[in-house]
C-alpha cells in the first residue's frame, strides 16, 4: 500500500528473538487536522527500545517498531497546525499524545496524563498501535512535535528528545541551579545528559559511578568531582552534602541504597529516571529516617521543558557524546545489542543514513 497510508521500518516479531529485525510495512494511525507527518532522518537508540523488546518491562505488542527519539522533516501538516510548516526539521520524543484537555494537561503536566499514548507500542483510539522511529515515517500530534534549532545537528539533537529531556526535566523541578550541590549516578547515555544539563545550570555537580575509567569523560561533561562508589566507604567524606541525587542508573537493585541516602541534606530527595527491569532493594522506612530523605521517580517531561532544554543547548553548544549506526537490519541489531551489554556505549547511539534504507522520501 505504502504512504500516506502505510509506512516502514525494522520490527521486532518476537521478544525472544529480540535481536532479530525484520523490515515490514505497518498502518499508520488517520491523519488529523492537527497532524504532522516525518520522513525520518535519524533516530536515537534508547535504553528503553532495549527493556520493551526483550521483555524487560513486560509484554509489547508484536511485531513492534521501536525508537523515540526522532529526527526529520516535515512532509504534510494538517489544516490547524501552527507551529510547524513543510520542510521544518522536527523532533518527536518519547510521548506522541494527550488528551489535552484533563487537569494534568491543562497544567503542563502532559507526561502525566491518564490517556497519554507512548510513541511506540500504544494504541491510537482508532486502535492502530503508534510504531516508533526505526522506520521511514511517523505521523505525530503537533503538540508532540519540535522544531529543532538550527545549529544542533540531527544526530546530536535526536537523544535529547527522549533521554535530554528525561534528566532535564526533574533537573528543573528539583532545582538545579547556583549554590546547589548535586549527585549524578550512573554516568552512562542519561547521566551524561544530566552532567551537561546540571553544569548548564549552574549547580556543583558530582559524578557517582561505579566505572573508575569513566572519570576523565565526567570531568570534561562538566562534573566537578568524580566519586568511584566501587571504594571501601566512599560515601563517608560525603555525609549531608547533596541536595538531591539524580539516579540515572538503571541496576539500582544492586546498591546499598542507606549508602546513597547518607550523603543527602536534610529532607534531600533520590530521584529515579533510571528504570530498571528489577525491583528496587528491599528498605526500612527507617532508612530514610536519618537526615528525612525522601525517594521518587518521574517521567519524561512536557513541553514547555523540552522547548526549554533544547534552547538551553542551542545556547550554550550543548553536544550529545554519540555515535552513529547506518540503520539496517544489522545496525539496529549492534545498536540494541551493544546496549543490552553494556558495550562500549559512549554514550549513546543514533541510527542515520535513512535515505539509504527507505529512498527519498517527500
Known amino acids: 500500500m505504502g504512504y500516506p497510508e502505510t509506512a516502514e521500518g525494522f520490527m521486532v516479531e518476537s521478544q525472544k528473538n529480540w535481536q532479530q529485525f525484520k523490515k515490514q510495512e505497518f498502518k499508520l494511525k488517520p491523519f488529523e487536522d492537527r497532524d504532522i507527518d516525518i520522513a525520518i532522518d535519524a533516530c536515537g537508540v534508547c535504553g528503553s527500545d532495549v527493556h520493551s523488546i526483550t521483555g524487560g518491562w513486560g509484554e509489547v505488542p508484536l511485531p513492534l517498531c521501536v ?18 510548516k513543510v520542510g521544518d526539521r522536527v523532533g518527536v520524543g518519547a510521548q506522541i499524545g494527550a488528551d489535552l484537555t484533563c487537569d ?30 526505526y522506520s521511514s515515517h511517523m505521523r505525530a500530534h ?10 544542533i545537528e540531527t544526530s546530536i539533537a535526536a537523544p535529547m528528545l527522549c533521554a535530554g529531556l528525561t534528566t532535564y526535566s526533574p533537573l528543573v523541578r528539583l532545582g538545579a541551579g547556583p549554590g546547589k550541590k548535586v549527585a549524578i549516578v550512573g554516568i552512562g547515555g542519561l547521566g551524561h545528559f544530566a552532567i551537561m544539563w546540571a553544569k548548564a545550570l549552574g549547580a ?7 566505572t573508575p575509567d569513566k572519570k576523565q569523560d565526567a570531568l570534561a561533561m562538566g562534573a566537578k568531582e568524580f566519586v568511584c562508589t566501587k571504594d571501601k566507604d566512599w560515601f563517608k567524606p560525603y555525609a549531608f552534602t547533596f541536595d538531591f541525587i539524580l539516579n540515572c542508573a538503571d541496576a539500582t537493585d544492586k546498591f546499598n541504597l542507606p ?48 522547548e526549554a532544554m533544547f534552547e538551553l543547548a542551542s545556547k550554550q553548544k550543548i553536544k550529545s557524546w554519540v555515535e552513529t549506526i547506518d540503520i539496517s537490519a544489522e545496525g539496529c ?7 543490552y551489554n553494556n558495550d562500549r556505549v559512549r554514550y549513546r547511539f543514533t541510527l542515520v543514513n535513512f535515505d539509504k534504507e527507505f529512498g527519498k522520501r517527500s
Open 259 to 306: 549508602d546513597y541516602f547518607s550523603t543527602l541534606k536534610v529532607m534531600g530527595k533520590f530521584h529515579n529516571v533510571g528504570l530498571g527491569d528489577n525491583p528496587l532493594p528491599q528498605i526500612k522506612a527507617q532508612d530514610f529516617a536519618p537526615n528525612g530523605c525522601y525517594i521518587g521517580a518521574s517521567h519524561i517531561g512536557n513541553r514547555p521543558e523540552m
Open 67 to 84: 525508537g523515540h527519539e526522532v529526527i526529520g522533516r516535515a512532509i504534510k501538516v494538517g489544516k490547524d497546525v501552527t507551529t510547524i
Open 142 to 151: 503537533e503538540y508532540f512535535t519540535f522544531k529543532i534549532p538550527d545549529n
Open 104 to 133: 494534568n494537561c491543562k497544567a503542563d503536566q502532559e507526561n502525566y496524563c491518564p490517556n497519554s499514548i507512548d510513541t511506540y507500542g500504544a494504541p491510537y483510539p482508532d486502535g492502530t498501535i503508534a510504531q516508533g522511529g
Open 204 to 210: 556543583d555537580v558530582y559524578a557517582l559511578s561505579h
Open 333 to 339: 541489531k549492534e545498536a540494541v545489542t551493544r546496549v
